[in-house]
């Protein structure tokens, strides 16, 4: 597991003043002010970050490290960092999207579907994008209960029970 997970991104200026356009990826939005200072994955670039009010699609902040509107638009698609131990822990059945990448993916009766590529969420619940074993081609899998049954963080794979339609249809010869 990371010891640095992506809790927000930049997402351009907000406004003339060096006020940064932010997305954050916590459950409550305004908490990405808490885990500051944040850096960049690589860890070259620190911002400490004050929220000032909520915006459409995000949050206006102000961060020590930014002036102007132009090095704000220059930080556009900067994601945000916040080492594991500023997060709170989580209830066994919640996991940080990072922990998830990489897994290798069961279905019910131990045939491995492929690993998890990326984590999605496009409003309703979080989607797991599975890279199919053996091709390029990907699925999303909704994560849900239902279809995703366990996680096993400690061994790094996933048991799922895909719903009907989500795998591509396989011939046996």
Do not use: W
Not at 51 to 64: D, E, H
Not at 95 to 112: P, R
Not at 151 to 170: C, F, N, Q, Y
């Amino acid at each position: 597991m990371s010891d640095m997970i992506c809790v927000g991104v930049i997402a351009g200026a907000y406004g003339v003043k060096g006020e940064l356009r932010l997305k954050s990826f916590c459950a409550v939005p305004e908490d990405i002010e808490t885990y500051s200072p944040l850096s960049t994955e690589d860890g070259k670039r620190t911002f400490h970050l004050a929220i000032l009010r909520p915006i459409k699609n995000g949050l206006a902040a102000r961060s020590a490290e930014i002036a102007t509107k132009e090095e704000a638009d220059a930080l556009r698609g900067t994601r945000l960092y916040a080492r594991r131990d500023q997060l709170p822990a989580l209830p066994s059945d919640e996991f940080y999207h990072a922990d998830l990448i990489g897994l290798e993916v069961f279905d019910t009766g131990g045939t491995l579907l492929g690993t998890v590529k990326t984590v999605q969420n496009h409003g309703a619940d979080d989607l797991l994008e599975l890279q199919l074993k053996g091709s390029s081609a990907t699925v999303f899998l909704p994560f849900t209960q239902a279809a995703v049954p366990t996680v096993d963080l400690a061994s790094g794979r996933i048991v799922a029970d895909p719903p009907e339609g989500i795998l591509p249809e396989t011939t046996e010869d």
